[in-house]
């Protein structure tokens, strides 16, 4: 092969009797393939390299990740994505897309047939144990699917390609197929790090598939077809795909919901929102079936929603895919399709399924135990680790044990043909090496008829000799090009109207976690900037105290550093502390900005606000994740894994400054006044009036000697970012009762307590609430009161001391009564929007209309 020598292509070495991608006969490389592999040529290792790291960059910033259960150091993984594609010709995908098609249907039929008249089981076509011994047949959802074209709506399978070049179905996936949406953003990033090449190559593009996917769930709505309610039922941010369920309920425009966030009443679902309960017409279900209800089904549960299969039974929600799916995930029915082929379609399978041998049979249990060593043996369920056991890699004893295990329940054991999978070019350490690879493809039900994704997900083992593919066990993602025998116009997911008119606006519902959460962003983000900013005053202090060496300086930073303290929350701190703990604070100073595990620091700040945040991931546009996920990076890296010290600690401070400060400007200007940003920016105002309260009462609420008075009161402007605005203001010396008329009083300064408790008042009037009851709501009451005794107050008042009286009790009264006013006010949000399990306060529906006989 004529190729370049620094991307290893020339060494290209395939494994003897493997089928590989790329690679013909003699070391050629496949015609549809050469046009690819010369730009790469053109490219170079480095900047192949340069490109994948782009890639990588790219996946962190967005939030791909894949998380690992039992991964105790690291829940989250990145997403890894090689640079170089897999490549399939037109003419081979046309075989591969009509063999998906065939198999979508037919396990379709069989799912009708399992969950309705059970012919296959009367017949004899499907052994009664085979079905009924899976953990998938769900009993209670016998006669619960409804009358609709296509039962299964998404439908996903493993390919592999053998040695002699064959595409076979390793496994079908049915329950809740995962995969499509890494897919997307897979493709995304290839056209930022790879537009050239991925436009010259003529690649089927994919938003086909997803607005054919959108059509098909809105199809499958068995009422309010026109504009039917589509939820992404998700187990949570600790699943290991839920970035994808999130990625595609912000894609398809659908509202990402747990199963506290729906309700069922009458036998409807609801959506429990700020609005009220809200009918829900479709799910898209990403929990495992037998999770989803309960009271039906597993009643240790805390995933689902009761009485969800009652719902169903009636006829009041669609499910995709439907309830008791699992059951086609069954390995030991693969050896049975090509026979229920031929009864359902009279056809042979276009993709036939791996040899499988199911052990609840007498012949093929003889064959398996007499073949172990050449087999795969699976157990029929599958437990959380997936796994399977090779039987060339057991020892005797293993052999043996397996061997009992079988003859004891041989309807739970498949044995399956070890194939020798294919290997795909993988740029690996700036070197193309061939690695095996898996090929995960999807199908979406589109009206009568399947619809294929032309690429899919294609997953790539870590080491040269590993055989198995897997993204727990650190496998690299692929995207996959579907060439085109002309050039593939784009198309968009939204359906345009035939007729010409002003469309009516349509608002998704804010579900009350997902308004909790954005609560506590604006919480959060507050809690960052105000300790990040007093933290840089107290170092800045510090530097001053080292260079001059002057008693004032050293009180001050006294002073400061008992503050710190006293708004972080992290005694004992600096207060009641030694002497040398406060002429040499380094230590402490390094924990509050590093340590993770510590309540107040900022590493805990930033990791909750990232975590809150994480939580309604589909709520935020793709800068303001971006945002989100360079704070906490840019931190992590370093401080928070590094050696970091107290003299580069103010920089990293000024970094995260005006990170948290664009992420307050990209949340500004993107999000919509509706209820997600009254509640986001109630928090905002209830925490900086808090942190500002709280800075108050640490520093000017004590008598100050005037010299030492003057530099608190410069500290706390500083710190505050109403340096500037003071001396543009009153243009003369520093004075407490000016300081307090800013910081305090001043309804126009956006840094002030005023300013907060005006905002704060606004946005809780303006929350979704009953409008029908005339009198005010207990939050409602306690910020007017907040208010109202703020702007009553009189600033002499406030600083009447006498004598012998050392702190300002006037201001210390004012400021512990609004203190305990805010924090009721905090109390009472949350009791009336986000109790998931109250749902008294939320608006009475409308009764759904009753369905004709």
Known sequence: MDLAHDIGVQYYETRLGVYDEMVATEHKVLPYWQNFIKALETMGSEEIERRRREAQRLLRENGVTYNVYGDSHKLTRPWRLDPIPLLISNEEWTVIEAGLKQRAGLLDLILKDIYGGQTLLKKGLLPVE???????????????????????????????????G????????????????????????????????????????????????SKGLASSALHNKENPRIV???????????????????????????????????GHVWLKSLEGLQHVDVILRRVDDSFCDPLELRIDSRLGVAGLLEAVRRGNVAIANPLGSSVLENPALLAFLPKLARYFLDEELILPSVATWWCGQQRERDFVLQNLEHLVIK?????????????????????????????????????????????????????????TAVLRNFVVANGEDYLVMPGGLTRVAHGKDDFAVSNQTGGISKDT?????????????????????????????????????????????????????????????????????DAVDSAVLAGLLRSLTHVTMTYPGFVNCHADCLE????????????????????????????????????????????????????????????????????????????????????????????????????????????????????????????????????????????????????????????????????????SVAFQLRLLSEHISALPRDRGKRQLSEEERLIIKAYTDLRLSNLVELLRISDDENIYSGLEELLAALTEL????????????????????????????????
């Open 130 to 164: 085979l079905v009924f011994s899976h953990q998938g047949f769900l009993h209670p959802c016998i006669g619960t699917l409804q009358n609709q074209p296509r039962q299964l709506t998404i439908y996903s399978a493993n390919l592999v390609r053998g040695s002699k």
């Open 166 to 213: 064959r595409f076979w179905v390793l496994d079908d996936r049915t329950q809740a197929p995962s995969g499509s949406g890494y897919a997307l953003e897979n493709r995304t990033v290839m056209t930022r790090v790879l537009p050239d090449i991925l436009r010259d190559t003529q690649v089927h593009r994919l938003s086909g598939f997803f607005k054919g996917f």
């Open 232 to 266: 992404v039922l998700t187990p949570g941010p600790f699943n290991e795909t839920y970035f994808e369920h999130a990625y595609l309920a912000s894609y398809l425009g659908y509202t990402l919901v747990q199963g506290d966030d729906l309700t069922v009443r009458d």
């Open 379 to 435: 157990q029929v369920n599958r437990g959380q680790d997936n796994s399977y056991l090779v039987g060339n890699t057991l020892s005797t004893e293993q052999k043996s044990a397996l061997r009992a295990a079988i003859l004891e329940k041989p309807h739970l054991y498949v044995g399956q043909e070890q194939v020798s999978l294919a290997t795909v070019p993988a740029f690996i350490d700036h070197r193309v090496e061939p690695r």
């Open 481 to 549: 090009w579907i060439l085109a025998s002309e050039p593939s116009k784009p198309q968009a997911i939204w359906v345009r109207p035939n007729r010409v008119q002003l469309l009516d606006a349509v608002t998704e519902p804010l579900t009350s976690r997902a308004a909790d959460h954005l609560f506590w962003v604006g919480r959060y983000l507050e809690r960052t900037e105000a300790v990040a900013r007093l933290m840089r005053t107290v170092l800045l202090k510090h530097q001053d105290m080292l260079e001059f060496k």
């Open 584 to 751: 040499h604070p380094q230590k402490e100073l390094l924990s509050l900005a590093q340590d993770k595990h510590r309540p107040g620091s900022l590493a805990t700040n930033i990791h909750n606000l990232v975590q809150s945040a994480y939580n309604i991931r589909d709520l935020w546009s793709q800068d303001t994740w971006r945002s989100v996920d360079n704070i906490q990076y840019r931190w992590q890296l370093r401080v928070v894994n590094s050696d970091i010290t107290i003299g580069h600690l103010q920089s990293c401070l000024d970094d995260l400054i005006t990170g948290v400060v664009a992420f307050s400007g990209l949340t500004g200007e993107s999000m919509t006044r509706e209820a997600g940003w009254l509640m986001f920016g109630s928090g905002r105002r209830l925490e900086r009036a808090l942190s500002l309260i709280s800075l108050l009462r640490a520093t000017l609420v004590s008598r100050q000697e005037p010299a030492m008075q003057n530099q608190i009161l410069e500290a706390v402007l500083f710190s505050t970012d109403s340096l500037t605005i003071y001396q543009r203001r009153y243009r003369s010396f520093i004075e407490l009762s000016a300081v307090l008329q800013l910081l305090l009083l001043d309804e126009t300064h956006p840094r």
């Open 822 to 853: 805010l924090w009721r006010i905090g109390d009472t949000i949350a009791r009336a929007y986000f109790s998931h399990s109250q749902t008294s306060q939320l608006m009475t529906p409308n009764a759904p209309p009753e369905e004709e006989p």
